[in-house]
């Protein structure tokens, strides 16, 4: 445990001096700050709440509308912090409570909302009533709160169902009692590190609740939940009757993910929610079997947002992107949820990685590809992507039109994954490598001590201060495009495009006098010019009424 006071700093006020906008989440552009990569300001190679506050700014002048923090709570750390031992304070890793009243501050008077992890599925197996429940042994209370079970086999030898872990192995490990015996199990979906809550029990109800009110006292805007499609488990936890379950990810109601007994939980969120001024917000992490269940966690009376992993995971195609995206506005229609767009985040190789390789292989891949056709790709996309209807998520770096390192050395790894062979990939490492900000230095600006993860050679050149002020690099490509986005009144908040005639292999749609076009193709093509240029990620030409746009190229233009 971190040694820090268990109270919350004198509730701030500076929530009053973020900028009063009206739904502000229904087109609001968050970016994904992940500490540990982020910016370091005490040298010890790993990022921390004082260095993102000190970039604050650059945050401000980037254009974006909130900052979410992935988990900076106290934790063993098994799971880069998505193991939390302590709700209620900051890892010494990455600060104090002041520090993060501090950054809470600072943001709100920049204009900045600030986001938090939650993580309601699982706790660290270093949380109190965790490590007071092996302690006690067999029919202690506490192991209620999780889900302890006895082994099946003549000696309780075997896990007590065939649920797999997302990590690879089985969901169940087998303790060792009090007395020096093996005995009972119990769940984790996730490393054993990361024992599962049981839902069923209300203590564990009463705790998040205090919890979220801890936060929101604190002044956060808001808490993107973890595993949101978590927590509930079926009603006796049944076998799943088949192997290689990970497949079925995505493609299946599991027995333990997508319960609709979550609702009625996040119902009483809700309510604590809107008793606080501001409109703070919940932002579900829900991957479910299609985006219309994914509809179900946006109800007016649940979450505000949820992840749409469906379009995370689609093709640089047109065709799919047109699918995806009119799939996606349909099943929010009905329930008044803006949609979400997401290329990357903490969990997937990175997006301009991703689109240098053929398709198929995935979000999470090992191999670097064509880097000038990622790059290419990756700045069309944003621009696309940035267009639709609704709000739009930045992951940190993705800016510098950052790649996956896929050359990390097996023995600096950390990702739980990659030692669990069965599980995931296990290569997330590659795009959690720390940011460069400057040319030189020894971790190229992210702090004067290395880096956690090695960073690649020639990254400075990638840098903030490289791109800065330079014509037609990524990072000014962003800063344009989301001011362009503020300043357009067609852009934003919405629930449908206009779809037009376009050449096969491009996307066309208009929104009021705003017109976008994104050729996914890998050749040039001639279309009718729509008005005038707003912006293009890459050099289009314009004669006589007609637009030539370049390969793998999307085009803003206006009416107005």
Known sequence: MSQQPSAAPAPTSAVATVSERHDWWRDAVIYQVYPRSFADSNGDGMGDLE???????????????????????????????????????????????????????????????IIVDLVPNHSSDQYDWFKRALAEGPGSPLRDRYHFRPGKGKNGEL?????????????????TEPDGTPGEWYLHLFAPEQPDFNWEH????????????????????????????????????????SHEQLKLLGN???????????????????????????????????????????????????????FNFQY?????????LRTVIDRTLDAMRPVGAPATWVLSNHDVTRHATRF???????????LAGDRELGLRRARAATLLML??????????????????????????RQDPAYFRGAGQDGFRDGCRVPIPWTREGSSYGFGNGGSWLPQPAGWGELSVEAQTGEPGSTLELY??????????????????????????????????????????????????????????????????????????????????
């Open 356 to 366: 240098a390789n053929p398709a198929g292989l995935g979000t999470q891949i090992r």
């Open 51 to 113: 260095g993102v506050r000190t970039r604050l700014p650059y945050l401000r002048d980037l254009g974006v509308d909130a900052v979410w923090l992935s988990p900076f709570y106290a934790s063993p750390q098994a799971d880069a912090g998505y193991d939390v031992a302590d709700y209620r304070a900051v890892d010494p890793m990455f600060g104090t409570l002041l520090d993060a009243d501090a950054l809470i501050r600072d943001a709100h008077a920049l204009g900045l909302r």
């Open 479 to 560: 800063r344009e495009a989301l001011a362009v986005r503020r300043a357009t009144a067609d852009l934003g908040a919405g629930d449908a495009v206009e779809w037009l005639r376009a050449p096969e292999g491009v996307v066309a749609f208009r929104r009021g006098d705003f017109v976008c076009v994104a050729n996914t193709t890998g050749e040039s093509v001639a279309l009718p010019a729509h008005g005038r240029v707003l912006l293009a990620s890459g050099e289009i030409t314009e004669t006589s009424g007609e637009a030539k746009v370049p390969a793998d190229t999307t085009v803003w233009w206006t009416r107005a």
């Open 202 to 241: 209300p203590a564990v109800g009463d705790e998040f609740r205090s919890i979220l009110r801890f936060w929101l006292d604190m002044g956060v805007d808001g808490f993107r939940i973890d595993v949101a499609h978590g927590m509930v488990k079926a009603e006796g936890l049944p076998d799943l009757g």
């Open 387 to 412: 267009a639709l209807p609704g709000s739009a998520y930045v992951y940190q770096g993705e800016e510098l039109g950052l790649p996956d390192v896929v050359d990390l050395p097996d023995e600096v």
């Open 312 to 320: 995370l995971g689609t093709h640089w195609d047109a065709e799919e």
């Open 159 to 175: 896990p007590p169902n065939d649920w797999e872990s997302i990590f690879g192995g089985p969901a169940w490990t087998r303790v």
């Open 252 to 306: 299946d109601v599991m027995p333990f993910f997508d319960q609709d007994g979550v609702h009625a939980i996040y119902r009483q969120w809700r309510r604590i929610l809107d008793e606080y001024s501001g409109e703070r917000i919940f932002v579900a992490e829900a991957w479910t079997p299609t985006v219309e269940r994914t509809a179900n966690y946006v109800r007016p009376d649940e979450l505000h947002q949820a």
